[in-house]
């Protein structure tokens, strides 16, 4: 048994704990020794003492691959041992475990002999280092408003760019997910949804039934959520109605769009939704004049029922019968209905845009009314005059004219030449960047060269008219550029005098293209270029014409021979009113575009589709007539073969472009240019002109079919048209 169990100390402490004994340091001999010993009783009978050491209890093996699942804590004893088991235990503890890592013919091994040492765990460092997960929002949180709002003025722009498949209400929808995405967008969303509110197309049938409304179930929704979230109304800045629907009385309509704007106190413009104003009290025009924010304003002007006939002589049309320019003047108005029409524009100090378009028999008088208006209206930059009588508008009144950006000037005959050279002159007018004159009929050339050379802003210019303007009969050009601008970037020219050849003024300004004379000067649209002088100075195209242009001649002619239903009323021409004030049937399907049929006859202006057909012919003439030649030659000197190359039209030095596609939002009948019809028409919401095919929002569904019902739902909703707003040039 002695060999068994091998020799053990047979010291017993008296007290418990630790024997200072037991710590004692060995020399190598004796620790070999009582290792040898050790090693024996380990192996036959295990340890020479029954109680347990307690010490760090060892991890089991499957847990030391894991750290995520060690304790950290510190190691802490389970309970106190017994004095002489504790010493006994601790003795043979340490003398066997100093006696196992000395000796080299140990049958432990390194992981056992690891688990056995007394020391406290440490967690080991990790393997492969993983990334703290982010908050939810962090990096959204990160970015400043500025920039997410740029981002959804990007989403914006890609659901209303021209010639997509979506739409104003695809829009909206999307706005508000991403306002509920992330508190974050919250506010980023609101603005972007409020700042500019679409409302286009006919109102969705189970909402209107839902609300028991007859019409504007939107606008109503709209006006109750601004009445009760004042911060929501002052996001608001411009609004688009939609359009009337067919047979409602237009007075409760415009009611209605003005209860909307009186609960939006930085209102600044009304687009899409336009009303005749007859000199009378009307809400919506009263909502419009308290917007103290307004910054645009289109008045389209019908006679006044309360309006003074004017007396004039019988003689008069007999005397004027040589003179194209002249026309009967209406009346003028009452002192009240032009204090009234004045004190509408009282508080608008921050209007930037004013339009004002006269139906047939309107006027504004007296004479000084126009410009105590623009007196009142500091901060105008865009003026629209259109179709004034002499009464209302004449060289006076261009001369008393503010500082202006942009001018348009349409059917205005008491505007002459004479009046045109005194205001390029004068000081104010050097502001103006972009000037149109449309059938003005400037009858002077050289009032053409001073508007040029005086205007040093300007930048655009379009000259529309049906007369040549003449060239002084006692003056000679001697040197070109006759007609010169430094800064004039693009030029509409557009003079039909002459129908199948140049006249004398397309000719000057072709030769003073040629000389230099406008060295800014990158695009230039002339509709009317029978013999394409200008043409021949721009750039070469490869194709001008578009492919509806082959077509648009056989739609026509299948136009006029479809019979048409004869007209209820006779053909004589009457001055165009709003729609009826009386109560009468409501059409809830289809809409009314009042505005479509009550403007002036505008003079003939050249059509951008034959121009473009002109041009093509002109071009496929030019490639059969090569610029080049090229001549191949035997080694004996005879020519073997010669072919001609490279034949093309205008002048590949050039930096104009010859432009013949109409501006955005203008058509091809009215020479390209964006006249007051084109402002005041429906912008694409009409579906039966045209054939057009309104937005569904099938756009943004899966291919194929939809076989969940709700899916459908989430992005359906009433067939709407892609409303296109339009500004004047």
Same mark, same amino acid.
């Given at each position: 048994?002695?060999?068994?169990?091998?020799?053990?100390?047979?010291?017993?402490?008296?007290?418990?704990?630790?024997?200072?004994?037991?710590?004692?340091?060995?020399?190598?001999?004796?620790?070999?020794?009582?290792?040898?010993?050790?090693?024996?009783?380990?192996?036959?009978?295990?340890?020479?003492?029954?109680?347990?050491?307690?010490?760090?209890?060892?991890?089991?093996?499957?847990?030391?691959?894991?750290?995520?699942?060690?304790?950290?804590?510190?190691?802490?004893?389970?309970?106190?041992?017994?004095?002489?088991?504790?010493?006994?235990?601790?003795?043979?503890?340490?003398?066997?475990?100093?006696?196992?890592?000395?000796?080299?013919?140990?049958?432990?091994?390194?992981?056992?002999?690891?688990?056995?040492?007394?020391?406290?765990?440490?967690?080991?460092?990790?393997?492969?280092?993983?990334?703290?997960?982010?908050?939810?929002?962090?990096?959204?949180?990160?970015?400043?408003?500025?920039?997410?709002?740029?981002?959804?003025?990007?989403?914006?722009?890609?659901?209303?760019?021209?010639?997509?498949?979506?739409?104003?209400?695809?829009?909206?929808?999307?706005?508000?997910?991403?306002?509920?995405?992330?508190?974050?967008?919250?506010?980023?969303?609101?603005?972007?949804?409020?700042?500019?509110?679409?409302?286009?197309?006919?109102?969705?049938?189970?909402?209107?039934?839902?609300?028991?409304?007859?019409?504007?179930?939107?606008?109503?929704?709209?006006?109750?959520?601004?009445?009760?979230?004042?911060?929501?109304?002052?996001?608001?800045?411009?609004?688009?109605?939609?359009?009337?629907?067919?047979?409602?009385?237009?007075?409760?309509?415009?009611?209605?769009?003005?209860?909307?704007?009186?609960?939006?106190?930085?209102?600044?413009?009304?687009?899409?939704?336009?009303?005749?104003?007859?000199?009378?009290?009307?809400?919506?025009?009263?909502?419009?004049?308290?917007?103290?924010?307004?910054?645009?304003?289109?008045?389209?002007?019908?006679?006044?029922?309360?309006?003074?006939?004017?007396?004039?002589?019988?003689?008069?049309?007999?005397?004027?019968?040589?003179?194209?320019?002249?026309?009967?003047?209406?009346?003028?108005?009452?002192?009240?209905?032009?204090?009234?029409?004045?004190?509408?524009?009282?508080?608008?100090?921050?209007?930037?845009?004013?339009?004002?378009?006269?139906?047939?028999?309107?006027?504004?008088?007296?004479?000084?009314?126009?410009?105590?208006?623009?007196?009142?209206?500091?901060?105008?930059?865009?003026?629209?005059?259109?179709?004034?009588?002499?009464?209302?508008?004449?060289?006076?009144?261009?001369?008393?004219? &503010? !500082? =202006?950006? *942009? $001018?348009?000037?349409? #059917?205005? +005959?008491?505007?002459?030449?004479?009046? %045109?050279?005194?205001?390029?002159?004068?000081?104010?007018?050097?502001?103006?960047?972009?000037?149109?004159?449309?059938?003005?009929?400037?009858?002077?050339?050289?009032?053409?060269?001073?508007?040029?050379?005086?205007?040093?802003?300007?930048?655009?210019?379009?000259?529309?008219?049906?007369?040549?303007?003449?060239?002084?009969?006692?003056?000679?050009?001697?040197?070109?550029?006759?007609?010169?601008?430094?800064?004039?970037?693009?030029?509409?020219?557009?003079?039909?005098?002459?129908?199948?050849?140049?006249?004398?003024?397309?000719?000057?300004?072709?030769?003073?293209?040629?000389?230099?004379?406008? &060295? !800014? =000067?990158? *695009? $230039?649209?002339?509709? #009317?270029? +029978?013999?394409?002088?200008?043409?021949? %100075?721009?750039?070469?195209?490869?194709?001008?014409?578009?492919?509806?242009?082959?077509?648009?001649?056989?739609?026509?002619?299948?136009?006029?021979?479809?019979?048409?239903?004869?007209?209820?009323?006779?053909?004589?021409?009457?001055?165009?009113?709003?729609?009826?004030?009386?109560?009468?049937?409501?059409?809830?399907?289809?809409?009314?575009?009042?505005?479509?049929?009550?403007?002036?006859?505008?003079?003939?202006?050249?059509?951008?589709?034959?121009?473009?057909?002109?041009?093509?012919?002109?071009?496929?003439?030019?490639?059969?007539?090569?610029?080049?030649?090229?001549?191949?030659?035997?080694?004996?000197?005879?020519?073997?073969?010669?072919?001609?190359?490279?034949?093309?039209?205008?002048?590949?030095?050039?930096?104009?472009?010859?432009?013949?596609?109409?501006?955005?939002?203008?058509?091809?009948?009215?020479?390209?240019?964006?006249?007051?019809?084109?402002?005041?028409?429906?912008?694409?919401?009409?579906?039966?002109?045209?054939?057009?095919?309104?937005?569904?929002?099938?756009?943004?569904?899966?291919?194929?079919?939809?076989?969940?019902?709700?899916?459908?739902?989430?992005?359906?909703?009433?067939?709407?048209?892609?409303?296109?707003?339009?500004?004047?040039?």
């Amino acid at each position: 048994m002695g060999s068994v169990m091998g020799p053990g100390h047979s010291y017993v402490p008296q007290n418990a704990g630790y024997s200072p004994d037991s710590f004692a340091r060995r020399g190598p001999s004796n620790r070999e020794s009582i290792a040898r010993s050790d090693r024996s009783s380990y192996n036959a009978m295990g340890p020479a003492y029954s109680p347990k050491t307690q010490r760090p209890n060892p991890l089991p093996l499957a847990m030391m691959g894991n750290y995520a699942q060690i304790d950290a804590r510190p190691t802490m004893y389970q309970r106190r041992p017994s004095s002489i088991a504790s010493t006994a235990s601790s003795a043979v503890t340490n003398e066997s475990f100093d006696g196992i890592l000395g000796s080299p013919t140990s049958s432990r091994t390194s992981h056992e002999s690891w688990q056995s040492a007394p020391r406290s765990w440490q967690r080991p460092a990790p393997i492969k280092q993983y990334r703290r997960r982010r908050p939810q929002g962090e990096l959204l949180a990160v970015l400043p408003d500025e920039v997410l709002g740029l981002i959804l003025d990007n989403l914006r722009g890609l659901h209303l760019a021209p010639g997509g498949a979506s739409c104003a209400t695809c829009m909206m929808r999307d706005l508000c997910s991403v306002a509920v995405s992330a508190r974050k967008l919250l506010k980023v969303a609101q603005s972007a949804l409020y700042e500019d509110i679409q409302l286009v197309g006919s109102d969705l049938h189970t909402q209107k039934k839902r609300l028991k409304l007859n019409f504007g179930s939107r606008l109503v929704l709209l006006r109750r959520t601004l009445r009760s979230n004042p911060e929501l109304a002052i996001m608001v800045h411009s609004l688009k109605a939609p359009a009337i629907p067919q047979g409602l009385p237009m007075d409760l309509y415009s009611n209605l769009v003005a209860s909307v704007l009186m609960a939006c106190p930085n209102f600044e413009r009304l687009v899409g939704f336009h009303l005749n104003y007859d000199f009378s009290f009307n809400r919506l025009f009263h909502a419009l004049s308290t917007r103290e924010q307004l910054r645009e304003i289109h008045w389209t002007l019908e006679a006044s029922p309360l309006q003074r006939k004017r007396r004039m002589s019988n003689a008069a049309p007999m005397l004027n019968s040589g003179n194209a320019r002249y026309q009967e003047a209406p009346g003028d108005l009452q002192e009240q209905q032009s204090r009234d029409f004045f004190e509408l524009h009282s508080n608008w100090s921050n209007l930037t845009t004013l339009s004002i378009h006269c139906l047939p028999g309107a006027t504004l008088t007296p004479v000084s009314l126009l410009p105590d208006i623009l007196s009142d209206t500091p901060s105008l930059q865009t003026l629209h005059l259109s179709h004034l009588p002499f009464t209302a508008f004449n060289d006076a009144n261009l001369l008393s004219l &503010p !500082s =202006l950006h *942009t $001018l348009t000037m349409s #059917h205005l +005959p008491g505007v002459s030449s004479a009046g %045109l050279s005194s205001f390029a002159r004068r000081p104010s007018s050097r502001t103006l960047r972009e000037l149109t004159l449309h059938h003005i009929d400037v009858d002077s050339l050289p009032t053409i060269g001073q508007i040029l050379s005086n205007l040093t802003s300007l930048e655009t210019l379009a000259i529309v008219q049906t007369q040549m303007p003449q060239f002084p009969e006692d003056e000679m050009i001697w040197l070109f550029p006759y007609l010169a601008s430094s800064t004039l970037n693009k030029l509409h020219w557009d003079i039909t005098s002459h129908p199948s050849c140049t006249n004398m003024a397309d000719s000057i300004l072709a030769k003073s293209i040629a000389a230099s004379g406008f &060295p !800014s =000067l990158r *695009t $230039l649209r002339a509709p #009317h270029d +029978p013999d394409g002088v200008f043409q021949s %100075l721009c750039k070469p195209l490869e194709k001008v014409e578009m492919a509806s242009d082959k077509y648009r001649g056989l739609i026509k002619e299948c136009n006029t021979a479809r019979p048409r239903s004869p007209p209820k009323t006779p053909t004589t021409p009457s001055t165009p009113k709003t729609l009826s004030k009386s109560p009468g049937m409501i059409s809830t399907t289809s809409l009314a575009f009042p505005m479509e049929d009550q403007l002036f006859p505008s003079k003939v202006s050249s059509n951008l589709s034959q121009s473009r057909r002109a041009a093509q012919a002109r071009l496929e003439a030019a490639r059969q007539t090569p610029r080049f030649t090229v001549n191949v030659v035997n080694e004996d000197g005879s020519l073997a073969e010669t072919w001609g190359m490279a034949g093309y039209m205008g002048d590949a030095a050039s930096a104009v472009d010859y432009c013949v596609r109409p501006d955005a939002g203008a058509v091809d009948e009215n020479g390209g240019l964006v006249e007051i019809a084109d402002v005041l028409g429906d912008g694409g919401e009409n579906l039966r002109d045209g054939g057009r095919e309104g937005c569904t929002g099938r756009w943004n569904t899966w291919a194929g079919i939809v076989v969940d019902k709700r899916d459908k739902e989430r992005w359906w909703h009433t067939e709407r048209g892609r409303w296109r707003g339009v500004e004047l040039a």
